[in-house]
């Protein structure tokens, strides 16, 4: 990930992750539907956001964190938290507005889900993007599987996240969607055809993310563990996993994420003991693809 944005902007560059107090169509008095079972009420928040004070207290707080220690890089700012595109087009103006306004930024980054993604929001989002200053959309898809989508009950399917890419590939916004490793009744083959069908249906893919389950405590799916009706991937096991979707993902797609953020604390995964953390990971990723003479997209023309 480094070394990609290193390339594409020309110097080191780091991300600023923000919660700007958006809500989920799952949850708070929309939540008709349960929710997605895989999430707490802290969303998709970064551990490393910590408590959500005010959008400019954040962005300033990391800003001068990343300043002093590395004076010379560059900042992108990330809508990171629930769904950032949940609120009517002039409201998403200002909020983003007021974010880029905090500090000299070469990218706006927007996380979302595909189904929040109306045509007067994308046209926003397009809105900031000027010379030195890309935009993107993160879009949240977890897999390419509808009856696992029904089956974790993310509250959209395939069809919506085909919309939202085309569209947004149509204004000239690349995207980088996330998935998960480990769902519940996916194995090898629908991992791959997830990876395979995100490559084919993303027009704009700058890249992709890719989480291993992560499992906190008060959601469904935690509860479903506790009850040993859901086995889950050993770190090992997601290691192989990685290596066989690095295998046929395109070379020139930036990999930005390989496994999710943990934190020890009353909101973790009850597995921490057990889970690696991100640099162990890359190390023992990079140490086994060497051991295999492998490389990302070995087997993407085969």
Same mark, same amino acid.
């Given at each position: ?38 999430c ?20 300033s707080?990391?800003?001068?964190y990343?300043?002093?220690?590395y004076?010379q890089a ?10 950032n595109?949940? #609120?009517?087009?002039?409201? &998403?103006?200002? =909020? ?6 905090? %500090?000299?930024?070469? *990218?706006? $980054? ?21 010379p ?11 897999? #390419?599987?509808?009856?696992? &989508?029904?089956? =974790? ?6 069809? %919506?996240?085909?919309? *939202?890419? $085309? ?28 990876i ?9 893919? &700058? ?26 991937y050993s ?68």
């Amino acid at each position: 990930m480094g070394r990609f944005l290193k390339k594409r902007f020309g110097g080191p560059v780091y991300k600023i992750g923000v919660d700007a107090g958006f809500s989920c169509p799952h949850q708070g008095e929309l939540r008709q539907q349960g929710g997605c079972i895989i999430c707490s009420a802290h969303g998709s928040r970064s551990p490393l956001i910590g408590r959500a004070d005010d959008l400019s207290s954040q962005i300033s707080r990391n800003a001068a964190y990343w300043r002093q220690r590395y004076p010379q890089a560059k900042l992108m700012l990330y809508f990171q938290a629930y769904t950032n595109t949940m #609120a009517p087009p002039e409201v &998403l103006r200002g =909020i983003y507005a007021q974010g880029l306004g905090c %500090e000299e930024f070469c *990218a706006l $980054v927007v996380g979302t889900r595909p189904d929040c993604l109306p045509p007067p929001v994308i046209e926003v989002i397009k809105s900031f993007r000027q010379p030195g200053r890309e935009v993107w959309v993160e879009l949240g898809l977890q897999s #390419a599987h509808d009856a696992t &989508l029904k089956r =974790i009950n993310r509250g959209h399917g395939t069809a %919506e996240y085909q919309d *939202a890419a $085309v569209r947004l590939a149509e204004q000239g916004i690349p995207v980088v969607p996330h998935l998960i490793f480990g769902l519940p009744g996916e194995g090898d083959a629908e991992r791959e055809y997830s990876i395979n069908w995100i490559i084919n249906n993303t027009p704009s893919l &700058l890249g992709v993310k890719i989480h291993n389950l992560v499992l906190i405590p008060g959601t469904v799916m935690h509860d479903q563990w506790l009850a040993g009706k859901l086995q889950t991937y050993s770190m090992q096991e997601h290691l192989e996993a990685v290596i066989a979707a690095l295998e046929i993902l395109p070379p020139d797609s930036a990999v930005m994420r390989l496994t999710a953020d943990v934190q020890a604390d009353a909101g973790a995964d009850p597995r921490f003991s057990e889970l690696w953390p991100t640099t162990v990971f890359t190390g023992r990723l990079q140490q086994k693809m060497r051991e295999l003479a492998t490389w990302q997209g070995r087997r993407r023309n085969l």
